[in-house]
């Protein structure tokens, strides 16, 4: 178990670390951040931000040398930079980011545990992309088999026509086919070092541009009635991985079942609803699973929670929400500038409390 005053380093600079950090702060530790220049929103709550490229190995050392454990908060943060740490210092194994940052090597993991992907096909040429919308069909998604997120690096293959006009992009892709689904779910979970695993409750969750927008409880009868199988797999996902923390698994509820789409090993967009809407939070049972501490209770407490992200301009106004009535419960990421498509902050909102 990690001391009160101990130091917790988080590897990336964004909203998920800021409100790691915050529930780090909360149970007595100290957070010191690192990642590259950029708009680095985690460093507010940090006590020490270290601000230098993956691979400044002299900057690392200085992390390194200030930290009691390393956690991440970002899932391209690269593999050599996370191996390059003491080994000791490594809340969980390197290897939960390797098989997360490949989409083809998650698709196969979570595949090689008895979990259903879309059908899908790797894409390393033009011939590649040809052969793979014949052998999986339209409509169908490719998307870059690396540093995608959040709809970025992908591109929609909708027909046979559209199929003649599809470039590859240079770069490993996976091509998927469409899936047509009710909802999309998220199943996430907490591991403890002592491999004791605890779930949130799903939520079913609403994209628009292939983005999060919206997240809510209760998730409807499809998703509930394909939650068990959901969790099996991401409970054995974590399993394999001798995962420590809070690690998310995507699903589409499809008619045949639950559809693994991709995982995140970290704390996740779907999961912010659990600051006030859960028994303990993600980002607090995160920092305490690394800290080795007592896993909190993940039930929720109110009968129906709705998260919304609160996306580019739309942040300028966004304080006019606390006069909405239902006590909106606001979160602001601190971020300088209101670009379009960025994640800015978050509402959510609860119904009534439960017994
Ligand atoms: P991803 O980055 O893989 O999570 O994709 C972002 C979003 O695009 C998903 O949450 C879905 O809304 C949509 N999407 C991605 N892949 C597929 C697919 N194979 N079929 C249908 N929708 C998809």
């Given at each position: 178990?990690?001391?009160?005053?101990?130091?917790?380093?988080?590897?990336?600079?964004?909203?998920?670390?800021?409100?790691?950090?915050?529930?780090?702060?909360?149970?007595?530790?100290?957070?010191?951040?690192?990642?590259?220049?950029?708009?680095?929103?985690?460093?507010?709550?940090?006590?020490?931000?270290?601000?230098?490229?993956w691979d400044?190995?002299?900057?690392?050392?200085?992390?390194a040398a200030?930290?009691?454990?390393?956690?991440?908060?970002?899932?391209?943060?690269?593999?050599?930079?996370?191996?390059?740490?003491?080994?000791?210092?490594?809340?969980?194994?390197?290897?939960?980011?390797?098989?997360?940052?490949?989409?083809?090597?998650?698709?196969?993991?979570?595949?090689?545990?008895?979990?259903?992907?879309?059908?899908?096909?790797?894409?390393?040429?033009?011939?590649?992309?040809?052969?793979?919308?014949?052998?999986?069909?339209?409509?169908?998604?490719?998307?870059?088999?690396?540093?995608?997120?959040?709809?970025?690096?992908?591109?929609?293959?909708?027909?046979?026509?559209?199929?003649?006009?599809?470039?590859?992009?240079?770069?490993?892709?996976?091509?998927?086919?469409?899936?047509?689904?009710?909802?999309?779910?998220?199943?996430?979970?907490?591991?403890?070092?002592?491999?004791?695993?605890?779930?949130?409750?799903?939520?079913?969750?609403?994209?628009?541009?292939?983005?999060?927008?919206?997240?809510?409880?209760?998730?409807?009868?499809?998703?509930?009635?394909?939650?068990?199988?959901?969790?099996?797999?991401?409970?054995?996902?974590?399993?394999?991985?001798?995962?420590?923390?809070?690690?998310?698994?995507?699903?589409?509820?499809?008619?045949?079942?639950?559809?693994?789409?991709?995982?995140?090993?970290?704390?996740?967009?779907?999961?912010?609803?659990?600051?006030?809407?859960?028994?303990?939070?993600?980002?607090?049972?995160?920092?305490?699973?690394?800290?080795?501490?007592?896993?909190?209770?993940?039930?929720?407490?109110?009968?129906?929670?709705?998260?919304?992200?609160?996306?580019?301009?739309?942040?300028?106004?966004?304080?006019?929400?606390?006069?909405?009535?239902?006590?909106?419960?606001?979160?602001?990421?601190?971020?300088?500038?209101?670009?379009?498509?960025?994640?800015?902050?978050?509402?959510?909102?609860?119904?009534h409390a439960?017994?």
């Amino acid at each position: 178990m990690l001391p009160p005053g101990s130091t917790i380093g988080i590897l990336g600079g964004g909203q998920l670390g800021r409100m790691m950090a915050v529930a780090a702060l909360q149970l007595g530790y100290r957070v010191v951040g690192f990642a590259p220049e950029g708009d680095n929103v985690a460093a507010d709550a940090c006590s020490g931000f270290i601000t230098a490229e993956w691979d400044d190995a002299a900057a690392l050392g200085q992390f390194a040398a200030a930290c009691d454990v390393v956690t991440w908060e970002f899932e391209n943060v690269p593999v050599s930079t996370v191996a390059a740490l003491p080994e000791p210092l490594l809340a969980c194994p390197v290897r939960a980011l390797e098989v997360a940052q490949d989409r083809l090597r998650e698709k196969a993991f979570a595949a090689e545990l008895g979990g259903v992907p879309a059908p899908y096909r790797a894409v390393e040429s033009a011939e590649d992309l040809a052969a793979a919308i014949a052998a999986v069909g339209t409509p169908g998604i490719l998307k870059t088999a690396r540093d995608g997120y959040d709809g970025k690096g992908q591109w929609r293959v909708r027909s046979v026509v559209e199929a003649g006009t599809a470039v590859f992009p240079g770069v490993t892709c996976i091509y998927e086919g469409f899936v047509t689904y009710e909802t999309e779910f998220s199943v996430i979970l907490v591991r403890g070092a002592d491999g004791e695993v605890r779930f949130w409750d799903s939520t079913a969750n609403l994209h628009e541009g292939g983005m999060l927008a919206q997240s809510i409880l209760p998730a409807g009868a499809l998703v509930e009635a394909q939650v068990p199988a959901a969790r099996e797999l991401a409970a054995r996902v974590a399993e394999a991985l001798g995962y420590v923390g809070v690690l998310t698994l995507e699903f589409f509820a499809t008619r045949e079942g639950p559809v693994f789409n991709e995982m995140a090993p970290r704390v996740h967009n779907s999961g912010h609803w659990t600051i006030e809407g859960a028994a303990t939070s993600q980002f607090e049972n995160h920092i305490r699973a690394i800290c080795e501490l007592p896993l909190g209770g993940t039930k929720t407490r109110f009968a129906s929670i709705e998260m919304r992200n609160i996306v580019g301009e739309d942040a300028l106004k966004a304080h006019m929400i606390l006069a909405e009535p239902g006590e909106p419960h606001l979160h602001l990421y601190g971020k300088a500038e209101a670009r379009e498509g960025r994640k800015m902050g978050h509402v959510t909102r609860v119904g009534h409390a439960l017994k």
